[in-house]
């Protein structure tokens, strides 16, 4: 299964961050512990800073980089010099570099982000109900100049140069369920909280124990997983996209991505990848200063935001009021 439908640019000029706070209270999908998160506006030029605030009055802060990656089995943890994590970062992060958001404070009490309902959803729609505010500092991009190319066994993770940010995701499942899937496209505001925000993370019932034994899953549901159990979906709704476990993949690739700590100029293509491939794609890339380079951005002032992602709801991305 192929989608190579969306191919429209989204390159905007200026900074981002979300118009006002927005609260979050759920469990950790593998934790399974309640936790309250909050994303905040903050000054240009911040980036994405997790700041754990169970730990100690003043809190740690945790930068939203690839450097601070410390693990990537089954999802993406992040590490402070403390010792100190946060993981299952993709879904966030996904929904931030998905609406365009470059400046935010994300304030969580304990270890886990919460898993909500298996996607990026519910932090897609906090942001279109608060809206987002241009900033006056230009926007960094990180241009891919020539092409990087990670191989793990059957898996492939390769960044190659483009005008605009495309992913090219494909998967391959033994399950009848899902099979071989590929997604192709664009990645835009309007792209993603239409065709992408909404598929949820997927799991097998066969490895349900495992999971547990290894201190993974405890929190997760029918309410916040697609389960799959002999080939076929035993949640009642069903899927919500038809290839909703390509264009899962495809949001955590974004969320993974994203961790470049500014937005990029390329095209991510993969195959039978993951959290660990995505990573590795990343480390590789910087450790190649002939494969990319900065880009500063004209700040001019952008269009309002029902101009830039038509088809979604203007308060999404409300005007620029900066």
């Not at 495309?166 to 993603?192: C, H, N, V, W």
Request: glycine residues 10%.
């Amino acid at each position: 299964m192929v989608n190579n439908a969306h191919t429209a640019r989204y390159v905007p000029t200026r900074q981002v961050t979300i118009a006002d706070r927005v609260e979050f209270e759920g469990v950790g999908v593998h934790n399974g512990t309640p936790v309250s998160l909050s994303i905040n506006p903050c000054d240009s030029n911040t980036g994405i800073v997790f700041v754990r605030t169970d730990c100690g009055q003043m809190g740690i802060d945790i930068p939203a980089r690839f450097q601070k990656v410390c693990a990537t089995e089954l999802c993406t943890v992040l590490g402070g010099d403390s010792g100190i994590s946060i993981s299952t970062v993709e879904h966030l992060m996904s929904a931030l570099r998905g609406t365009g958001i470059d400046n935010a404070i994300v304030e969580i009490d304990g270890p886990e982000v919460p898993v909500l309902d298996g996607s990026a959803e519910p932090f897609v729609d906090a942001i279109q109900q608060v809206g987002i505010r241009y900033q006056d500092a230009a926007r960094r991009y990180i241009r891919v100049l020539r092409p990087i190319r990670v191989e793990d066994g059957d898996r492939m993770g390769e960044l190659s140069p483009h005008e605009g940010f495309e992913l090219d995701i494909t998967i391959d499942f033994k399950s009848e369920a899902i099979g071989r899937q590929q997604l192709i496209a664009e990645m835009t505001p309007d792209y993603f909280v239409t065709k992408l925000s909404r598929a949820r993370t997927f799991g097998f019932i066969e490895d349900v124990e495992k999971l547990w034994s290894n201190g993974y899953g405890l929190g997760a549901s029918l309410e916040n997983t697609v389960v799959l159990s002999d080939g076929k979906i035993i949640n009642q709704e069903g899927l919500r996209y038809a290839d909703e476990f390509v264009r899962h993949k495809a949001l955590d690739a974004l969320g993974d991505l994203a961790l470049a700590g500014y937005p990029i100029l390329g095209r991510y293509r993969s195959v039978c990848g993951g959290h660990r491939l995505n990573h590795r794609v990343l480390q590789a890339l910087f450790d190649a200063p002939d494969a990319w380079t900065y880009v500063d951005m004209p700040a001019r002032r952008e269009k309002a935001a029902g101009t830039i992602a038509a088809g979604v709801a203007v308060p999404a991305f409300g005007p620029d009021v900066s």
